[in-house]
């Protein structure tokens, strides 16, 4: 019966973390966040091969905690080091971004 009741336990403490965080897999390692709301939606994300279309399609936490938090602050140490690759992963977003937006206005 104790072994039981710890089990129960157990179980039901990892069920409640598993609904409130984002376990993402990035190039970097793994990152956890906390969710916005009590879901198992996105609860593990590997991000490593996303698109655009992927960052539109899943939850606007993960979406702001990669763009902002991620891949932003790189972006910008790039460009005030005027390196030709940011130019470059600039000009594969804004290409990205027109072609989902072609996409999409069809």
């Known amino acids: 019966m104790r072994k039981t009741t710890v089990l ?8 409640v973390s598993l609904l409130n965080l984002h376990i993402i897999r990035t190039h970097d390692g793994i ?6 709301s009590m879901t198992f ?4 994300t590997d991000v490593r091969k996303w698109r655009f279309t992927d960052y539109i399609s899943h939850s606007p936490r993960i979406r702001n905690y990669l763009i902002y938090e991620k891949h ?11 390196t030709v690759p ?8 804004e290409e990205a971004v027109h072609q989902w937006l072609s996409e999409k206005l069809k």
């Open 8 to 15: 129960f336990t157990v179980m039901l403490i990892v069920l």
């Open 31 to 36: 990152e956890v966040i906390t969710k916005d």
């Open 41 to 44: 939606r996105d609860t593990f």
């Open 72 to 82: 932003y602050p790189a972006l910008m140490a790039m460009l005030r080091q005027n």
């Open 86 to 93: 940011a130019k470059l992963k600039l000009r594969e977003f």
